[in-house]
């Protein structure tokens, strides 16, 4: 047996049978400096003075409630909330909010997506999904938000990925944008990879990180497929930017040295994030260090829990096991918001818990941690992008993993200032309560993108 540190055999966690979008504006939760007040009593007068602000009563409401607004421009909403809490005749006080037509693109699979707005429409359980419509209302992305998919490739080609694709800024495009092989031969950036426009292939050492397995663009396409192109699926991003980091083979393997190095690839870049669906049961200090290396370039490492149906904290699954303040560990739900089971049997070797069949007793399916496994996401019968303009359905904490990476985009498109660690407690702090999930999952919960963008 090879020994750890020569080459580790990282396994790819799962996969079984299964116009650009448009720039908008991004909209606030309230009305600047506006408050809205209810009185225990009717009539403005018990609010007393208040000092440079208009109050103005709100019809049909037996004066008990108000607008109030701030004409110094000098107190923000959640200052003037505090204000008139104080005050004992007021019931209760909160911003003036916006709310917002909720937006539904016009991708024709858009309703196939159960994670992404559960209606009941596959069988499951109404509302059991991350609220994307209702998040898509607050923000639909932002290009300047980069997430490093780390994976089998991702096809950079496909219709419903090719506008929120990542190219090397610092690196001469290819003459076919689409042909790797029509690079200038030149290092331009001095990065010592070259021709690296689209990434890199971190597996086959060369520049064409193209998926050769289907995995790492089904991946993508639940971070980021285009929105509102009339094409196919739509990502929990209508805009972002995916950078493609092959270092698993078509095989659905890949060896330490190789995840080290795409995982300093995207610190090179300064990535936002990475998505990590995949995993084993092997530890090894390195890629610890990679991680924590991610850590201080403030790149949140979110990865898949595993498929086999275990317990993480007695039995660790890695990378989602590792105790760096950047993982962010994710579990997978089915459409009734269930902790996701897949079937019983030995799985597919080298797969990490496939959905395979036969010879076993125990039913497989998302891997659980009450302290090791922090939230869980959308993660069975998961459409996607697959690779030359193909969808497919899979299953697998790999495809929960993706959506929780989309929110975490989604959330730093409104909150660009968040470091790593702030991110990931927002996540965390952002969970809608599953009780398949508690004393699961450090959270207990599914992740919610409304929240996460709106808190």
């Known amino acids: 047996m090879k020994k750890w540190w020569s080459v580790l055999a990282v396994f790819l966690l799962m996969m079984i049978f299964s116009a650009q979008a448009p720039q908008q504006e991004e909209r606030p939760l309230f009305v600047p400096g506006e408050v809205v007040v209810k009185l225990r009593a009717p009539g403005v007068v018990a609010l007393g003075p208040i000092g440079e602000s208009v109050v103005s009563g709100v019809p049909g409401t037996d004066d008990q409630i108000f607008v109030v607004k701030d004409t110094t421009g000098k107190r923000d909403a959640m200052q003037l909330v505090e204000s008139l809490k104080a005050n004992p005749n007021v019931e209760y006080a909160e911003p003036n909010y916006l709310y917002y037509a909720f937006d539904t693109p016009n991708d024709p699979e858009f309703n196939r997506l159960w994670g992404m707005n559960n209606t009941g429409q596959t069988g499951g359980t109404a509302d059991a999904d991350i609220d994307a419509p209702e998040a898509w209302a607050v923000t639909k992305g932002d290009t300047s938000i980069i997430v490093g998919v780390i994976d089998t490739g991702v096809d950079y080609k496909h219709p419903d990925l090719a506008a929120n694709m990542w190219t090397n800024p610092n690196e001469d495009a290819w003459a076919d944008a689409n042909d790797p092989k029509t690079g200038n031969g030149i290092d331009d950036d001095g990065n010592n990879y070259i021709d690296d426009w689209r990434g890199w292939d971190f597996a086959n050492n060369d520049n064409d990180p193209f998926d050769d397995n289907n995995h790492g663009t089904h991946v993508a396409g639940t971070i980021g497929a285009a929105g509102n192109n009339a094409v196919g699926v739509v990502g929990v991003n209508w805009k972002v930017k995916i950078m493609p980091l092959k270092f698993l083979t078509g095989t659905g393997s890949g060896s330490l040295s190789a995840a080290i190095a795409a995982i300093a690839y995207a610190n090179s870049f300064g990535v936002n994030l990475t998505n990590n669906s995949w995993g084993g049961r092997s530890r090894s200090q390195a890629l610890e260090d990679a991680i924590r290396s991610a850590h201080q370039a403030n790149s949140l490492f979110v990865a898949a829990a595993g498929n086999d149906g275990t317990d993480n904290d007695a039995t660790a699954n890695y990378p989602s096991n590792y105790d760096v303040p950047n993982v962010l560990a994710v579990a997978a739900i089915d459409h009734k918001g269930d902790r996701a089971l897949w079937g019983s049997g030995g799985g597919t070797p080298g797969l990490c818990g496939c959905n395979g069949g036969g010879g076993g007793t125990n039913p497989l ?50 909150f660009p200032t968040l470091t790593d660690e702030q991110l990931k407690d927002k996540l965390m702090r952002s969970v809608d309560p599953s009780l398949s999930l508690q004393g699961k999952t450090v959270t207990g919960g599914i992740l919610n993108a409304f929240k996460a963008v709106s808190n």
């Open 365 to 414: 399916g998302s891997n659980f941690g009450a302290t090791t496994v922090d939230l869980g996401a959308p993660g069975k019968d998961i459409l996607s992008t697959t690779p030359n303009n193909t969808y497919s359905t899979f299953s697998g904490t790999s495809m929960a993993t993706p959506h929780v990476s989309g929110i975490a985009a989604l959330t730093l498109s409104k």
